[in-house]
């Protein structure tokens, strides 16, 4: 069974933009301070997290003209979503606030040269972020700076793309893409949103005093190594009903209860591992975030929309992961997600305040990141549900992988896997993986 894979070529777009200009809340809104959680100001989120959705043109939309209607959904939606118009202030403690000002967002009108057909049958990253997202000076620092911008990019075919970039520590991915659906029904007609923007991080506050009950190896002393990889090229994966059947048939028949997710990510964790070269007695990581709003009791509220996940570890030798077949590795990715409960996330929350919010570890880590539930795919603005939605990137992202969930040309729904390694690493890596799939 041959192994579909995308290589990386990015189309190189003509783009004409306008001036940025800042989209305020369309009615009057709330003044003061807002604390973010203690979840939120961990130094592993303080970064600018881009998005991008590609839209077909639609015989009902035409003559309505697409920049508009983003824009004035964006305004709406800040009504209910003020923060955003906001700007971080740093308090004690390296203490993130939202001053809420009202100040607004930064919103770019573009077009390019190019129809939708142009990004080839399947779109998958990396995309041209320097003309899709405009990077404004003076806008990726953490205080001060924009929580949010928005780039809306007309076609030649009558589609468009939506590219949009928010502050980490305001909302989680599933909190951004709460705002984006919001802002689908406002450009849709709605009067009030389906789901109401619910605040309280008052919830994910550090206890007084903190007491850490857990081991948290995910954020270990780095010791200041780094990964020296030289010449990244990423390619995408694609993982539809065949080839996950395929891998299943590497399951154990003892392990009867699994996930989409356990599999994958121990699969390609395990041919990552093999393909590195590394010593067996070295110790490897594998990172992933769990969704922990339904951890606490009673839940976080379903309007809840800053970050809520843990980042458990996986940590193991690699003679472990690649000496033992994909059951132990799925094993271990198991019971480390067990461990994921409302004490786990208190224990978090009273770490960072008494480590200094420390950053995750990242050395001889793989990052896996499950995108596929957190509605990118349901954001429809009139022109119905994008084509493509999922993380933007210019090009290979160290370390880390993103699940996407998509339909194909076929119209089967797949999963996209994006991995970056040096060049020799990825032929390994592609030789393990075909390996498995030729059932």
Known sequence: MALKEQKMSPLVLKVTRAE?????????????????????????????????????GHPSMDGVDTVKVVKDALAKALVLYYPFAGRLVEGTNRKLVVDCTGEGVPFIEAEANASLEDFGDEIHPPFSLEDLLYDIPGTSEMIGTPLLILQVTRLKCGGFIVAVRHNHTIADGAGIMQLMNVMGEMGRGFTSPTTLPVWERERLFARDP????????????????????????????MFGSVQLTALRSHVPSHIQKYSTFDLLSATLWRCRTKSLGLKPDDEVRLLFSVNARNKFDPPLAKGYYGNACAFPTVCAKVGDICDNQIGFVMELIRKTKEEINEEYMRSVMDFMVTKDRPHYIMYRTYDVSDLRHLGFADVDFGWGKPVYGGPASNGPVPDASFFISYNNKEGERVIMVTISLPPKEMEVFTKELEGLLQV
Do not use: W
């Open 20 to 56: 940025p200009v800042m989209v305020c809340p369309a009615q009057p809104t709330p003044r003061g301070l807002k604390m973010l959680s203690d979840i939120d100001d961990q130094e592993g989120l303080r970064f600018q997290m881009p998005g991008i959705m590609f839209y077909r």
């Open 210 to 237: 903190p007491r850490v009950t857990f081991n948290h190896r995910e954020y270990d002393d780095q010791h200041d190594n780094v990964n020296n990889y030289i010449g990244l090229v990423q390619q995408c994966f």
